[in-house]
Nanobody
């Protein structure tokens, strides 16, 4: 059974940093890509960053230069390093994996990130 479990969220002041982690229960080579999404209250879920199985990355314009997505295939982990955090980064962050072949999407339970002074 495929499970994605996020961790690392919390409360941080503007300008601070957090590192989110996503642990997969299966090899992440099973996914054509993995990504981080976020959903703020009253808003739609949006893509934050995505990394392909080959390591190619793309980011939302709002986080370019501040966030970095990475993966450790051996540990079955995906990370999101978030620097220079802003109040508007406050949201629940979700890990996502798109399975090769079926294109079925898997989601974690989410981790809350709150940026506030």
């Amino acid at each position: 059974q495929v499970q994605l479990v996020e961790s690392g969220g919390g409360l941080v002041q503007p300008g601070g940093s957090l590192r989110l982690s996503c642990a997969a229960s299966v090899s992440i080579f099973r996914f054509t890509a993995m990504g981080w999404y976020r959903q703020a209250p009253g808003k739609q879920r949006e893509l934050v960053a995505r990394i392909s199985s080959g390591g190619s990355t793309n980011y939302a314009d709002s986080v370019k230069g501040r966030f970095t997505i990475s993966r450790d295939n051996a540990k079955k982990m995906v990370y999101l390093q978030m620097n220079s955090l802003k109040v508007e980064d406050t949201a629940v962050y979700y890990c996502n994996g798109e399975q090769i072949g079926t294109l079925k999407e898997y989601w974690g339970q989410g981790t809350q990130v709150t940026v506030s002074s």
